[in-house]
């Protein structure tokens, strides 16, 4: 199985001279961003600058499958082993009277026994990402950032960004994707399946990640804020996921660095399953919570993500949590 799969080479995740520069003043504007979220948001504390709102928090175990192949055995050295999930929204802002956008995140951090980080995945109910081009992503990002902090002559160049990028969004497993979304978008959250919309490693393999939920109603309190429907639905429910992973053996059929389309002939092999038991969700707004880390390149090297634009969520992750760090002590949030 993984005897033909294509291996790690760190020429993917290279940046080129003009993306470097890009990317530090992108830092620049998620700093900024960050340092006027609390009012932004109109909360008493510095909120991340994509996933600001939580909906909920919860200890969970991973358990491996008992039939996992061989040779995928030496990563998992356990039977078990311990989860934290933070389940969010994806907007920069927490929106507190509109309607979410049913783009959800499902982030896991898996731990050994004494709780240190074996690997942080953040999931998100969408396989796929639109931009391949580095610095195209990068402009609209910055652009994005100084938009909401009031910097109105970022709109030009953030319409202009996005109009280069749209022939991205024109393959045909994107916009399959896309129909398939939009016909879910009104089911309940815990019924989605999360994906790594890139690749991580597995050693010197390189494998992408899917979650499919078992026996969830996908009309579990449709009318209902999506917080509390939570709230309610552990109240007397488990929640229980597969994990699935696919190789990538060719860049032809399992691209690295072109998100916006799905692998293909690389088959779905279950590794094991997600549980979270009933009424063991923690209080989301406690600081402790609220300043999780779930950075993927805080994850043991040999699982860390892979890829030119998964390299810029190590920055961006950096320098917002190190904003927020700063900004919530100056605010005494606890």
């Known amino acids: 199985m993984t005897d033909h799969a294509l291996k ?65 055995k030496p990563f998992f050295d356990k039977n078990e082993f311990d989860l934290l999930i933070r389940f969010s929204n994806a907007h920069l802002k927490i929106q507190k009277n509109k309607k979410d956008i049913p783009v959800y995140g499902f982030s896991v951090k898996v731990m050994d026994e004494n709780h240190n980080t074996i690997a942080n995945y953040p999931l998100v109910n969408f396989p796929l990402f639109p931009i391949n081009s580095v610095s195209t992503f990068l402009k609209i990002f910055t652009s994005v950032n100084r938009l909401f902090i009031k910097k109105w002559s970022s709109l030009l160049p953030l319409i202009t960004q996005i109009l280069k990028a749209t022939s991205s969004f024109f393959t045909l497993s994107f916009l399959k994707n896309i129909f398939q979304f939009i016909r879910k978008r009104k089911d309940f959250i815990l019924s989605f399946d999360y994906f790594s919309i890139g690749a991580h490693r597995l050693g010197e393999n ?88 779930f950075n993927p390149f805080e994850s043991k090297p040999f699982f860390q993500p892979v890829g030119k634009i998964q390299k810029l969520r190590n920055e961006a ?14 605010l005494k949030y606890k």
Not at 274 to 287: G, R, T, V
Not at 317 to 330: D, P, W
């Open 8 to 72: 790690y080479n760190k020429a993917f995740d290279e940046l080129t001279d003009e993306e470097k520069k890009l990317l530090e003043i992108n830092k620049k504007s998620i700093a900024d961003f960050v340092e006027q979220s609390s009012s932004l948001s109109d909360v008493r504390y510095a909120t991340r600058n994509a996933h600001a709102k939580t909906y909920a928090v919860a200890p969970g175990k991973f358990i491996i499958h008992e039939d996992i192949p061989d040779e995928l």
């Open 206 to 293: 390189m494998i992408k990640i899917r979650l499919r939920p078992i026996s969830v109603n996908k009309n579990f309190e449709k009318n209902m804020d999506v917080k509390e429907a939570m709230k309610k639905y552990f109240m007397s429910n488990d929640y229980r996921a597969e994990v699935f992973i696919q190789i990538c053996y060719n860049i032809k059929d399992q691209p690295i660095n072109q998100l916006n389309v799905e692998w293909k002939n690389s088959p779905y092999i279950k590794i094991g399953e997600i549980k979270i038991e009933k009424n063991s969700l923690l209080n989301p707004n406690l600081c402790e919570n609220e300043m999780l880390s």
């Open 317 to 330: 992750y950096k320098i917002s949590m190190q904003t927020r760090l700063k900004i919530n002590k100056l």
